[in-house]
């Protein structure tokens, strides 16, 4: 991996912090956050912070970054998939640069494992969750099954124990006869030590929002984003194709 890259990651915290994931993922890579302050997992808690990602984006175009990732799935899915995909035209147009979100990288995960036919695990309540099922739609991936921790609290999802994640997931996948893979939606849910234990126990593989954002992010600069421990995505991940 090169020894100069630099990231910029629009987040969903009030603070300008990184989430921790990306460090440790990929301890060479220098990441630039910004924050925009989501205020709660509902649509009200989200247009405030909505309204901050171009101009966090400009911010972090100005800072010389070689790529800029949109931190926070259902901040970037919750308006719907045309204006997901508006937004991202306009990140692009913008700021000139290599842009993805956090949703883009959730669907491009599952199709780089090959999973068309999925459980789904989320942090969300209904309301959430119903556009979630739109963007899967929207991309040709059928929901077989979802489970949800139905929070609110913007801070709720990062409370939620490895071992809460994977009871969820268990139970998406028991109800989900034929899934190729499952998703695990919501990057404040602490995924990192989750893909493996599901993948050995389902045999199928696991696509999770933070890290692959993190795996998507690496692709926006022209690495594979390969990296050992986390999972079949990161594990098999081969070179982006220019």
Known sequence: MRKDITVGLVVPFAKDEVPFEGPIMYPGVRFV??????RAL????YEPAWNGI??????????????????GTSLTFYRGPEAHDRLLEELR????LPVSTMSQSIIDGLREVGADRVAVATAYSDVVNRRLKELLVAAD???L???CFDLLEFGGPSKKSEADIIALSDSAVSRAKGAEGILISCGGLRTLGVAKPLEDRHGI???SSATAAFWAAMRLV???GRVAGYGQLLEQAKEPVH
């Open 33 to 38: 956050p910004r924050g925009v302050g989501v």
């Open 42 to 45: 509902t649509p009200e808690g």
């Open 141 to 143: 991936i059928d929901v």
């Open 205 to 207: 593989p696991v696509v």
């Open 145 to 147: 099954a979802l489970e």
């Open 222 to 224: 022209g690495e594979s």
């Open 54 to 71: 171009l101009p966090a984006a400009d911010y972090l175009a100005e800072q010389g970054v070689d790529a800029i990732m949109v931190i």
């Open 93 to 96: 147009r913008r700021t000139g």
